[in-house]
């Protein structure tokens, strides 16, 4: 099955500066990748997706890069507020049913 | 509907008792997935369902936990003689397929004491 590795498992910023997380991921059949935002006790939230014909998405201060040929995709978040603060976790699937998800990244914006 | 919502949202029980939980996802959304979270980790998949066909199952679906969506509609997923380790977030989502418009439900807490 696919297994999907995240990194770093704790992220802290400045307010204004950028955040990067780092996934990769080992089924190379997997199309489709997600970034959820999950804010304590709370659902995970689709903040943005990309599909494995685009290599980079954009929707305002996110963005989400996509590497096929080395597995693995990224997820930007500049100019961070610290509203952004929450556990992100990136996510992979072939079949849009079965989702892989990381073990998330729970980043800080220190106002 | 403005969501999916799930019932109960917190549910603490003892070792060994039996647990229900419901699922009702957007109307209009013939997908329905049980995943489950524990504490630190990214939501794990359970199982799926195609309108009333139960489609996909995880390993991890022992034969203590069974779901069923009879109509189509609204699911539930039973745990039977619940264990410590079933303590976790038992998340809902549903879709259009394929995969299309994913939403997560707010969740049911399970404590196991």
């Known amino acids: 099955g696919e297994n999907v590795e995240q990194h770093p498992s704790t992220l802290s910023v400045q307010e204004g500066d950028s955040a990067v997380i780092k996934c990769t991921y080992s089924d190379s059949a997997s199309n489709y990748f997600p970034w959820y935002k999950q804010e304590l006790g709370k659902r995970p939230q689709l903040i943005i997706d990309i599909r494995s014909n685009v290599g980079e998405k954009k929707d305002q201060r996110i963005a989400v890069t996509l590497n096929k040929t080395a597995k693995h995709f990224s997820l930007h978040i500049t100019e961070t507020q610290p509203e952004d603060s929450a556990v992100y976790f990136c996510a992979a699937s072939s079949t849009g049913n079965q989702f892989y998800f990381g073990t998330g990244t729970s980043l800080t914006v220190i106002p | 509907d403005t969501g999916v919502s799930q019932d109960p949202r917190h549910k603490i029980t003892k070792r060994g008792q039996n647990v229900t939980f419901r699922c009702d996802p957007i109307?209009?959304?013939?997908?329905l997935y049980w995943y489950r979270q524990t504490l630190g980790q990214g939501p794990e998949f359970l199982t799926y369902?195609?309108?009333?066909?139960?489609?996909?199952k995880s390993r991890l679906l022992s034969d203590r936990f069974s779901a069923e969506r009879p109509k189509g509609s609204f699911s539930t997923l039973e745990i039977q003689r619940t264990e410590q380790g079933d303590s976790a977030m038992y998340l809902c989502?549903?879709?259009?397929?394929?995969?299309?418009?994913?939403?997560f439900g707010p969740g049911t807490r399970l404590t196991v004491l």
């Open positions: 369902f195609q309108n009333e066909a139960q489609l996909e």
């Open positions: 109307s209009e959304h013939n997908r």
């Open positions: 989502a549903s879709s259009l397929p394929p995969g299309k418009d994913w939403i």
